[in-house]
């Protein structure tokens, strides 16, 4: 269960569904899933055989190819989670499990990156220990499952001012003002499954981590899988070469319920104006 933080304080345990449905694809934020894995033609849960049947030579951890294992065949290996997909290329995928079957997709729509934080995680793990939790560790994992990613046009100038714009909590202008950027110029992707997880309930509070990925004018006319695999490779790089998740500060509070063409009910500008959701950047102390 996950903790859901309301507009008005409170907090709740996020309980997901223990039954298949597809009800939440009318959410736009789930396109992409739709589109990629024809989600609505399933009429139970995606099973591990077919999980793994869409596996392709690029899913590979440490030269071995990976698979997705039912988790109780696994029950007697005492090794952590991060190191079982390291060492074995199995990951442990807990059955008729929303976390898990989200976390699936995206091995499945971002190896290359996927396999770098797994690398990370075990690098982390063989510095400090697995009870010890450092900095870079618990940015991997918040990415890991709270991740989401813009992407805009390194080329156009209001595009590539929007990190800023976002960065410092400037909703209005970000998602009202320059609303036409958005699909065109700027593009957002989901990376936490965790994110995935809740927004099948979706409710005001939802909030993800962003990182920012400059690309060029071409990957706009891409075709969606092909935006993945660039994205992917473009993702991994930066995080590797730019040491983005060193620590938390590269990444920035995403209220993702807010990004244009992902949820309904923000085609009214009025949505922006709940600045319990929407908050304000916090002015430092002097």
């Not at 190819?65 to 190191?83: K, S, T």
């Not at 220990?129 to 100038?157: H, P």
């Not at 990376?191 to 990925?213: D, R």
Request: some cysteine.
């Amino acid at each position: 269960m996950t903790q859901r933080h309301h507009t008005d304080g409170s907090t709740k345990r996020f309980v997901a569904d223990n039954h298949w449905h597809h009800d939440f694809l009318h959410h736009p934020l789930f396109n992409d899933l739709e589109t990629m894995f024809h989600l609505s033609n399933h009429t139970a849960w995606p099973s591990i055989e077919w999980l793994n049947s869409q596996l392709s030579t690029q899913h590979v951890v440490e030269g071995i190819p990976i698979r997705f294992v039912a988790d109780p065949e696994l029950a007697d290996d005492e090794r952590y989670y991060e190191q079982i997909i390291f060492e074995t290329g199995q990951i442990p995928s807990r059955l008729e499990n929303w976390h898990d079957l989200f976390g699936a997709f995206i091995w499945l729509l971002f190896p290359k990156t996927k396999r770098l934080l797994n690398q990370l995680h075990i690098h982390e793990i063989s510095e400090h220990g697995l009870t010890k939790r450092s900095k870079a560790r618990n940015a991997i994992t918040l990415f890991d499952e709270c991740g989401v990613v813009v992407t805009y046009d390194s080329a156009d100038v209001a595009a590539s001012g929007i990190k800023e714009t976002l960065r410092n909590h400037l909703w209005q202008q970000a998602f009202v003002e320059q609303r036409s950027l958005w699909q065109h110029s700027v593009h957002s992707f989901m990376f936490g499954h965790a994110n995935y997880e809740m927004a099948t309930k979706p409710y005001l509070g939802l909030t993800g981590k962003v990182l920012f990925i400059p690309l060029n004018s071409e990957f706009n006319r891409l075709s969606l899988k092909n935006r993945y695999q660039q994205l992917d490779d473009a993702l991994c790089n930066q995080i590797r070469d730019n040491q983005l998740l060193k620590n938390n500060e590269k990444l920035s509070p995403m209220p993702f319920l807010g990004i244009p063409n992902w949820y309904d009910d923000n085609n009214d500008p009025q949505f922006y104006e709940n600045i319990q959701y929407f908050r304000p950047k916090r002015r430092k102390a002097e």
